[in-house]
């Protein structure tokens, strides 16, 4: 997120709020400035508003910094007075903070036209205002560029993962003995890729689309796996039997101001890919437009919020880490800082670095590391594909302490 440091004093001087007839281009900006019209109170009468009613351009981040600098209301607090309207200093920080972040965003196209020509970085792609993201807002009516990731558009999902393919991938997900079992369908699949569309489609030939699938679902199948060694058909071939974790150990509520935890809700792994902790699901819920802080359990009884958390984790770069998308699909380029970590080499064990580096990378071979890539090279078997080269991390340091994801099998 970005950092703002326009935030107002806490003694602002006295003005009056009047009616915005500002145009902006960008679409966010007209979310804000439609808000900031709406601020008006008169005759005493109180019209409440939150940091969080100016989402989704006014970041947490900017909320934040506007709180602790001026009497600004915590999320889901009125920004009035008990006497029924709000305090000139409430007004003036919040009016502030608002219009801090709409200048931010009117100068701050990151692609395409307006920013000369650039392209997104791992393959994101450029919305028709200047943005980059990954969801049908960005890559869908009006993208600029690296639609369908980078390289030539290639087919959708579908024609790289037909349903035949899909039931012979997971083979036994529905199998009796699995807790998920009819949970995970192929067309929760292919609707959830739809908000994804450089998922599986990036690269100019058949292998490369087939190898970003194959690797998606090795490391969700181990996340999710009920397999065992003499299992039927191979311990590989029992990934996706769990959509929840076992006996998780706490409720995973690390406090975040920016991602607070709602009342007795838990954040335990669920989904594919077992996305973990408040921290990530709140972000995960604002990219697919669902309240996941508030509503965790969506992830575990809906197959299509529960396949876009996995592919918002694959397809989302964050902190020093790149999206698993862009690293297997080839479009990551290593750092010094990376070469010196000895994730110099872009492969399938960068991936698992970036999902659970901290706990199975950097200390020679671990068996789950070994378990994600046993359920990769099945899924290339059957693609028939080749595996590719460096797919382990036993050499790698981790990219930070922070753990995205807990494992929902041991």
Not at 97 to 121: D, F, I, K, M
Not at 220 to 242: K, L, M, R, V
Request: net charge neutral; glycine share 12%.
């Amino acid at each position: 997120m970005p950092k703002h440091g326009m935030c107002p004093a806490k003694e602002p001087k006295m003005f009056h709020v009047q009616r915005a007839e500002v145009s902006w281009e960008h679409v966010e900006t007209k979310v804000l400035l439609s808000h900031l019209k709406d601020m008006e109170w008169t005759g005493g009468k109180r019209n409440e508003a939150t940091c969080g009613d100016f989402a989704p351009a006014l970041t947490e981040s900017m909320c934040i910094k506007c709180r602790q600098s001026a009497p600004y209301p915590a999320k889901d607090q009125s920004m009035s007075t008990s006497g029924g309207a709000p305090s000139l200093a409430t007004t003036a920080a919040a009016v502030l903070c608002v219009l801090a972040a709409a200048l931010v965003l009117a100068s701050g196209q990151q692609c395409g036209s307006q920013a000369g020509g650039a392209t997104c970085r791992d393959c994101l792609c450029c919305s028709q205002f200047g943005f980059c993201g990954n969801t049908s807002d960005y890559c869908g009516a009006g993208c600029q560029s690296q639609c369908s990731g980078c390289g030539p558009a290639g087919p959708g999902v579908a024609s790289v993962v037909p349903r035949d393919l899909f039931e012979r991938l997971l083979l036994h997900r529905s199998d009796a003995a699995c807790p998920a079992r009819g949970f995970y369908t192929y067309d929760a699949f292919l609707a959830a890729a739809a908000a994804f569309p450089a998922f599986g489609t990036t690269g100019g030939d058949d292998e490369q689309r087939k190898r970003e699938v194959a690797a998606f679902l090795g490391q969700t199948s181990h996340e999710t796996t009920g397999g065992w060694p003499s299992a039927p058909d191979g311990p590989f071939s029992w990934g996706y039997c769990f959509k929840e974790e076992r006996s998780p150990p706490s409720n995973y509520c690390e406090p975040r101001p920016e991602w607070p935890c709602a009342p007795g809700k838990k954040y335990f792994g669920r989904g594919p890919i077992q996305i973990s902790f408040n921290y990530n699901y709140g972000p995960a819920g604002r990219a697919i437009g669902v309240d996941l802080l508030n509503n965790p359990d969506l992830v575990a009884t809906d197959p299509v919020v529960s396949f876009k958390t996995a592919l918002w984790f694959w397809m989302t770069a964050r902190d020093n880490k790149p999206s698993c998308h862009a690293v297997i699909t080839g479009q990551w380029t290593p750092t010094a800082a990376d070469r010196a970590a000895g994730r110099g080499a872009p492969g399938y064990g960068v991936v698992t670095n970036i999902i659970n580096g901290g706990i199975e990378c950097g200390h020679g071979a671990d068996p789950r590391v070994t378990d994600r890539i046993g359920f990769y090279k099945r899924y290339c078997d059957v693609f028939r594909i080749g595996y590719g080269s460096n797919l382990d991390c036993d050499g790698q340091r981790p990219f930070n302490n922070a753990v995205a994801v807990e494992l929902a099998a041991q």
